[in-house]
């Protein structure tokens, strides 16, 4: 079965702390990508990084950083130096074929100033 | 470069009424067509997708339907919406021919209220 599973529904920072968003996907596909998404309160979503299931490197764009770890399943989201335009629920997304993207739950974040 | 336009951004309509959400593509051609379904603090259903004109894929059973007029033209109707129907809905696009690896472009979705 191919699933995500974000665990976290909510979480709460003070602005400049550090946060890390968890997902984990279960496939048994060898080949797929992972996706990270931003929606803010506006709603539309905002394609954030894409990551395909053969590379493991790790990704950093400005306060953002992406860590994929094929052994555990794993591919979470930290954002470094939080900022109040930072709120917004980020969703994992697991797409094994051109028509199949399953997205988790979501994780609401919300930066307090 | 590629834009995506959805209306309107917010409805309410009465149970057992009609619905129609459009949905168009810009700068685009032969584009994978989507709606999701997003229901209040849950994350994203997809209800149908097209990978070209006239040809339509449903997810999930329910009394909603899509049609694709045109290459870059995807439409969600009902004949007579339930209370069940209310949510966010949201139309997406993604290259045709890219595969796996294509991330899908959202549009500003359109926020449905059935009372």
């Known amino acids: 079965a191919q699933k995500v599973t974000q665990a976290q529904t909510e979480i709460s920072v003070v602005e400049k702390e550090d946060v890390t968003l968890d997902c984990v996907y279960e496939?048994?596909?060898?080949?797929?990508?992972l996706f990270w998404y931003k929606q803010p309160p506006s709603g539309e979503l905002v394609f954030l990084i894409r990551?395909?299931?053969?590379?493991?490197q790790n990704e950093i764009s400005g306060r953002y950083s992406w860590n994929f770890q094929k052994s555990t399943s794993s591919f979470n989201f930290t954002i470094t130096a939080s900022q109040v335009v930072d709120s917004a629920v980020y969703f994992c997304?697991?797409?094994?074929?051109?028509?199949?993207?399953?997205f988790g739950a979501g994780t609401r974040l919300t930066v307090k100033p | 470069s590629q834009t995506i336009h959805q209306w309107p951004a917010t409805l309410v309509q009465p149970v057992g009424s009609p619905l129609s959400l459009e949905c168009t593509v810009e700068?685009?051609?032969?584009?994978?067509l989507y709606w999701y379904r997003q229901a209040a603090g849950r994350g994203l259903q997809l209800l149908f997708y097209?990978?070209?004109?006239?040809?339509i894929s449903s997810e999930v059973p329910q009394n909603l339907s899509a049609s694709r007029p045109q290459d870059r033209q995807f439409i969600l109707s009902s004949k007579k919406l339930l209370l069940s129907d209310s949510g966010f809905y949201l139309c997406?696009?993604?290259?045709?021919?890219?595969?796996?690896?294509?991330?899908?472009?959202f549009g500003n979705g359109t926020r449905l209220t059935v009372t």
């Open positions: 997406a696009w993604s290259t045709g021919t890219g595969g796996r690896n294509s991330p899908l472009h």
């Open positions: 496939t048994r596909d060898t080949t797929y990508y």
């Open positions: 990551r395909n299931s053969f590379d493991e």
């Open positions: 997304a697991l797409k094994i074929n051109n028509n199949d993207m399953r």
């Open positions: 700068g685009t051609s032969n584009p994978n």
């Open positions: 097209s990978v070209g004109i006239g040809q």
